[in-house]
């Protein structure tokens, strides 16, 4: 069977699986609270006049904000519609990935097909702050597959193809790009003696430039270190600090490395080794240096070594020892279509069983798709807000209304938000201002649920607020009511 053949039979499974175990696919979830906003204010400049600075100190990082709104001036659809185009996509470029990949390392089309499924069963990469797969669009998804994409084409002795391709996924996201890059850049030098010296010129070229934009150029100010307040407003967020995790963390993490080495060992031992393949482990095993080398800036408190979050690197290694374990199973020393069928049966079965348990069990509530914001309470309360407060308006709600409503004030709303505690804090990682901005409000704010009349009069007046959305009684005059959600006018 082609690979075309192949893929396209297991796209549509794939992409099924894979949601289902991510709880199905919701639009404005999770970091899309700060991705959307960025993307809605260069569709339209007039949204977010207060919240900008915030919205920018991340954004102005990448250009997936420019590409998406470009996207969705010039096609005929909506933000929502778009979105899922773009996380089918993501997911489509794994699957190829690792369809490719899998034809050069494996023998057999079952084994291929049992690693595919085994991609579907999304995990936590443990104390990153990253998972596997996530059930929205997300540009570090968009940029992991792209960077899959890359190792597949230089499995195939490429080396033009896999640089624009990891291009392309660095203009998407910066940081998994470069693990990329830095995994394939040591992979090449490794498999082609005769481009050590232009690497090596590039590499010296990038360095250089990287050098002025730390110390001159757009990312100064990076290379000094965090001071004791912006890093307490950080303690929440611990998979920056790779040096407080527990010993299970690193026992699990420095695994991968053990395990890739031993299955390659096998591999060798058996003739199954393809082209490149020793290349290929060796870049990835240099991550290890890479995360080791940004450790050592760690207990210096350099911004940069923690707004890289090096630890994600073990998402990789993740990658490719999944693809070795699915061929020690499913062909291993003894290779054959029986072994393989078995092992892709069972991978299949198991990504079914723990699709129906999440969709069933963990999460019944959710729906297996909401392309758009949903209609609930929240959601009508937020579909007010954009069609009639003024897009100048403030917005007062609870601190952690995006994790509890499912979509943030600023994704659903198109408006200001006082503060959103979880996705505020996490950008306050780019910016001290920002970080002291997000502690000095939710100080001010204090307990959301005690927060009485006067109160919100005086923040209103302090900082400019408009509308209180919250399902408690309080003595305002209301704007909108929806259920239990209201509404209320704060001036």
């Not at 490719?100 to 390392?105: D, E, N, P, Q, V």
């Not at 968009?142 to 203009?171: E, K, Y």
Request: aromatic share 10%; charged share 15%.
């Amino acid at each position: 069977m082609s690979r075309a053949s192949l893929f396209a039979m297991c796209l549509i499974p794939f992409v099924i699986l894979a949601t289902f175990n991510s709880a199905g696919y919701r639009y404005g979830a999770s970091d899309q609270a700060f991705y959307l906003p960025a993307i809605l204010e260069r569709i339209d400049p007039a949204l977010f006049p207060r919240d900008s600075d915030l919205i920018r100190s991340q954004a102005t990082l990448t250009l997936v904000d420019e590409t998406v709104a470009a996207l969705a001036r010039a096609l005929p659809t909506d933000l929502p519609a778009l979105f899922a185009v773009l996380y089918i996509a993501s997911l489509a470029l794994l699957a190829w990935g690792a369809l490719s990949i899998a034809g050069r390392l494996y023998r057999t089309t079952w084994a291929a097909v049992a690693l595919v499924a085994a991609l579907t069963l999304r995990h936590a990469i443990t104390r990153t702050g990253t998972n596997t797969l996530e059930g929205y669009f997300h540009p570090r998804q968009l940029a992991f597959g792209l960077g899959v994409l890359a190792v597949a084409l230089f499995l195939r002795r490429g080396a033009a193809w896999p640089a624009v391709v990891l291009t392309c996924a660095a203009l998407l996201h910066p940081t998994t790009a470069l693990w990329f890059i830095v995994w394939l850049g040591v992979a090449t030098m490794v498999a082609e003696p005769r481009l050590r010296a232009p690497l090596a010129l590039v590499a010296a070229s990038g360095l250089v430039l990287g050098v002025w934009a730390l110390t001159l150029g757009p990312l100064q100010g990076r290379l000094n270190p965090m001071d004791i307040e912006w890093l307490q407003t950080l303690e929440s967020k611990d998979y920056l600090f790779p040096l407080q995790w527990p010993l299970s963390a690193w026992l699990v993490n420095l695994a991968y490395a053990p395990v890739i080495i031993w299955i390659y060992t096998t591999r060798r031992s058996t003739g199954a080794i393809a082209p490149r393949e020793r290349a290929l482990v060796a870049g990835c095993l240099s991550l290890l240096l890479v995360f080791a080398c940004a450790l050592m800036l760690h207990p210096w408190r350099i911004a940069l070594a923690i707004q890289l979050q090096p630890a994600r690197i073990f998402w990789l290694l993740d990658f490719l020892a999944t693809v070795y374990v699915v061929w020690l199973l499913a062909e291993g020393t003894d290779p054959g279509p029986r072994r393989a069928i078995t092992v892709a049966a069972v991978v299949i079965s198991l990504t079914i069983a723990r699709s129906a348990y999440v969709a069933a069990v963990r999460f019944p509530e959710r729906s297996p798709a909401a392309i758009g914001i949903p209609d609930s309470d929240w959601g009508r309360v937020m579909a007010w807000a954009r069609t009639s407060s003024a897009a100048s308006s403030g917005w007062l709600a609870d601190p952690v209304h995006a994790a509890r409503y499912g979509t943030s004030v600023r994704v659903a709303g198109h408006r200001d938000v006082f503060v959103e505690e979880i996705k505020d804090t996490a950008v306050g990682m780019y910016s001290r201002p920002v970080a002291m901005r997000t502690r000095d409000r939710l100080e001010a704010l204090g307990h959301f649920g005690e927060l009485e009349v006067p109160r919100a009069r005086e923040l209103a007046a302090q900082y400019g607020l408009d509308y209180l959305a919250t399902d408690r009684l309080l003595d305002l005059p209301i704007a909108y009511r929806s259920g239990e959600m209201r509404v209320y006018r704060l001036r």
